[in-house]
């Protein structure tokens, strides 16, 4: 029998009232029987008291006045005990204060008590809530010199400590030495290779448990999820179904947001319907996550209406439906969502503030987007951060006032940063204004040395200008330095399966038969006007080395194989994970008035839907 079990015995004996806290649900109730308590004395009696400050600290519906009331009994006492410490330490460990924690640890050594093995555990649990190895180290050497370093519970709690705290090495060498190893042991391990980005190793030491419950295998799909493996959670996803695991909320929230991620309008309304049909609530973190999914796979209108199911929104919800609506140019109906999240008596974040300046920016409301800019300091007090000075930036380039938008810039009661400056060297490219995108090109260079984007992005404006020694210069530098274009790769979602395609990749096993698709396509759109645009190519191959290489685009070959694979009125979906060149929308938009299609594609900007030759965009992102 523990120490705990011993105790709670003992007061049973000493005084049978108190088994009236076993069914105490109220903070009132608890003041009722700490008054019982007073009235016949037994409130000096440190096991009756130690029995209520453990309540205070184990109800699982704990606040901080609960806490605070435990704090109020502890001072009444004279010498308190092990049990006492330890109620104190595990209570404090899981509050807004788990810092806590070591005043009464002191404490107890103050008071020649000596900690067991149920005193570290929550010790090192506050550690890392706080993410603090520093106290975790020193907690480890108190471990070690009460002699509790081989006890599993506290064995576990370190493992989870370290790797929580990003010391994946010393978590690693705990792990190896453990005699006795149990689910919790290894799902720490895995969460914490996880955290780490190491989702090989995290993934390696999944397959190898004897046994896994669905925490494991959450924070599984979880990591792959936070660490851009997104086809890899819907892989793991898939397998969990197969053996028959339920998931919970926090699985398919991972789920979720990697179709959201992949553009996978299919598999993500799959993982809907399991929601559906395993009586899962659509409660407001599922029904946001749906929101944001519906809306980054092109699918607005559902995300509107599972938006409208949602039992209660927060301003996250809110926010998620307004960024969607700016994503897809829709400036209007994003401004109205606003106006009644307002008027539902919700208070702005400040990235609503951000969507919807955003909005305001794709659909050309620059008055409006000025007086919401405004309205964020004056009538709510959110002090602008970068990304709110950056969209104000976008927000007048876009409407070609680009002195306005270049001394906006230089009197920001902050330093601008890289994006803020790039997207003012985004709109001189629109407006072909070489003299300020000069100015705002070195900046970035400077910057950003390593960028290969702001070089292109000005070659390209030299091009226009015809400023050639300009461009062979640009390119010289990033020659000299290194630098290289990251490489363009676009996604398209047929039959659930995701495929991935980038330029000159011929990996794909359907290869030949998707170039021979997209010449075809090509002779189609030449008949109906199109030229290739070799102005975003690069200027040391020749005209006709340049046209080759635009014809091999990834979101091309993308097209082509979803014109394969997929038929009227079905709309083909690509995800790409650069800007769209101008060569690339010039032709979908004539791939989309050819062949009668509706074509989505989401770029790193925004969407773009193509129909009957026109871009929903009207050429300006």
């Keep these: 029998m523990n120490g705990s079990s011993t105790v709670l015995n003992t007061l049973r004996l000493k005084n049978p009232k108190l088994l009236l806290l076993e069914s105490c649900s109220t903070f009132s109730d608890l003041k009722i029987i700490h008054g019982y308590m007073v009235r016949t004395h037994t409130i000096s009696d440190v096991f009756s008291v130690s029995r209520l400050i453990a309540f205070c600290t184990d109800h699982p519906a704990f606040k901080p006045s609960l806490l605070d009331y435990a704090l109020r009994l502890f001072s009444q006492i004279q010498a308190p005990n092990l049990f006492i410490y330890n109620a104190l330490i595990r209570g404090f460990s899981a509050s807004e204060n788990p810092h806590l924690c070591f005043h009464f640890y002191t404490q107890l050594l103050c008071a020649d008590i000596l900690p067991d093995n149920l005193s570290f555990p929550f010790l090192v649990k506050a550690c890392a809530a706080l993410e603090s190895i520093h106290r975790g180290t020193q907690v480890h050497a108190q471990i070690i010199k009460h002699g509790f370093e081989n006890n599993g519970y506290v064995q576990n709690s370190l493992v989870h400590m370290y790797a929580t705290c990003g010391d994946i090495n010393a978590a690693s060498s705990i792990f190896r030495r453990m005699n006795s190893l149990d689910v919790v042991s290894w799902t720490s391990m895995i969460a914490g290779f996880n955290k780490c980005g190491d989702v090989e190793s995290a993934r390696n030491l999944f397959d190898e448990m004897p046994e896994r419950n669905l925490v494991t295998w959450s924070i599984m799909i979880s990591g792959y999820a936070r660490?851009?493996?997104?086809?890899?959670?819907?892989?793991?996803?898939?397998?969990?179904?197969?053996?028959?695991?339920?998931?919970?909320?926090?699985?398919?929230?991972?789920?979720?947001?990697?179709?959201?991620?992949?553009?996978?309008?299919?598999?993500?309304?799959?993982?809907?319907?399991?929601?559906?049909?395993?009586?899962?609530?659509?409660?407001?973190?599922?029904?946001?996550?749906?929101?944001?999914?519906?809306?980054?796979?092109?699918?607005?209108?559902?995300?509107?209406?599972?938006?409208?199911?949602?039992?209660?929104?927060?301003?996250?919800?809110?926010?998620?439906?307004?960024?969607?609506?700016?994503?897809?140019?829709?400036?209007?109906?994003?401004?109205?969502?606003?106006?009644?999240?307002?008027?539902?008596?919700?208070?702005?974040?400040?990235?609503?503030?951000?969507?919807?300046?955003?909005?305001?920016?794709?659909?050309?409301?620059?008055?409006?987007?000025?007086?919401?800019?405004?309205?964020?300091?004056?009538?709510?007090?959110?002090?602008?951060?970068?990304?709110?000075?950056?969209?104000?930036?976008?927000?007048?380039?876009?409407?070609?006032?680009?002195?306005?938008?270049?001394?906006?810039?230089?009197?920001?009661?902050?330093?601008?940063?890289?994006?803020?400056?790039?997207?003012?060297?985004?709109?001189?490219?629109?407006?072909?204004?070489?003299?300020?995108?000069?100015?705002?090109?070195?900046?970035?260079?400077?910057?950003?040395?390593?960028?290969?984007?702001?070089?292109?992005?000005?070659?390209?404006?030299?091009?226009?200008?015809?400023?050639?020694?300009?461009?062979?210069?640009?390119?010289?530098?990033?020659?000299?330095?290194?630098?290289?274009?990251?490489?363009?790769?676009?996604?398209?979602?047929?039959?659930?399966?995701?495929?991935?395609?980038?330029?000159?990749?011929?990996?794909?096993?359907?290869?030949?038969?998707?170039?021979?698709?997209?010449?075809?396509?090509?002779?189609?759109?030449?008949?109906?006007?199109?030229?290739?645009?070799?102005?975003?190519?690069?200027?040391?191959?020749?005209?006709?080395?340049?046209?080759?290489t635009l014809h091999r685009h990834s979101e091309k070959l993308a097209i082509a194989f979803g014109i394969m694979k997929t038929k009227a009125p079905v709309p083909i979906r690509i995800v790409k994970n650069l800007r769209v060149c101008e060569d690339c929308h010039t032709a979908t938009k004539l791939i989309s008035k050819v062949f009668d299609r509706e074509l989505i594609v989401r770029d790193r900007n925004r969407f773009h839907h193509f129909r009957e030759g026109f871009c929903s965009c009207k050429d300006y992102w």
């Design 227 to 548: 660490n851009n493996h997104f086809d890899k959670a819907l892989e793991l996803f898939q397998i969990l179904q197969e053996q028959g695991v339920r998931a919970n909320e926090t699985v398919m929230v991972g789920v979720i947001s990697s179709c959201a991620h992949l553009g996978a309008l299919e598999i993500g309304e799959r993982a809907h319907n399991y929601l559906v049909r395993n009586s899962l609530e659509v409660n407001m973190i599922l029904g946001t996550a749906l929101v944001d999914m519906y809306a980054k796979c092109g699918s607005i209108e559902k995300a509107i209406q599972v938006f409208g199911e949602i039992p209660e929104k927060d301003a996250l919800s809110w926010t998620a439906l307004i960024s969607g609506l700016a994503m897809h140019g829709y400036a209007e109906r994003a401004l109205h969502y606003f106006s009644e999240m307002v008027n539902s008596g919700l208070t702005p974040r400040d990235i609503t503030f951000t969507a919807v300046l955003s909005a305001c920016s794709h659909g050309g409301l620059v008055e409006r987007g000025l007086e919401i800019f405004e309205t964020m300091r004056k009538e709510y007090s959110i002090e602008p951060r970068l990304e709110h000075y950056g969209c104000v930036v976008d927000l007048l380039g876009r409407a070609g006032k680009l002195t306005e938008a270049e001394k906006f810039v230089q009197e920001m009661p902050v330093k601008p940063n890289a994006p803020i400056w790039g997207a003012l060297l985004g709109a001189c490219r629109i407006h072909k204004n070489a003299e300020i995108a000069e100015r705002v090109g070195k900046t970035l260079i400077k910057l950003l040395p390593e960028h290969s984007g702001y070089y292109v992005l000005l070659s390209n404006i030299y091009a226009r200008t015809g400023k050639w020694e300009n461009v062979e210069g640009m390119r010289q530098m990033m020659k000299n330095k290194g630098v290289r274009k990251p490489p363009g790769y676009s996604l398209i979602e047929v039959d659930g399966k995701v495929h991935n395609f980038t330029m000159g990749d011929r990996t794909h096993p359907e290869i030949e038969m998707i170039e021979r698709t997209w010449e075809d396509i090509l002779r189609k759109i030449r008949l109906a006007g199109y030229r290739g645009n070799t102005d975003d190519a690069l200027f040391d191959i020749d005209e006709e080395e340049k046209e080759s």
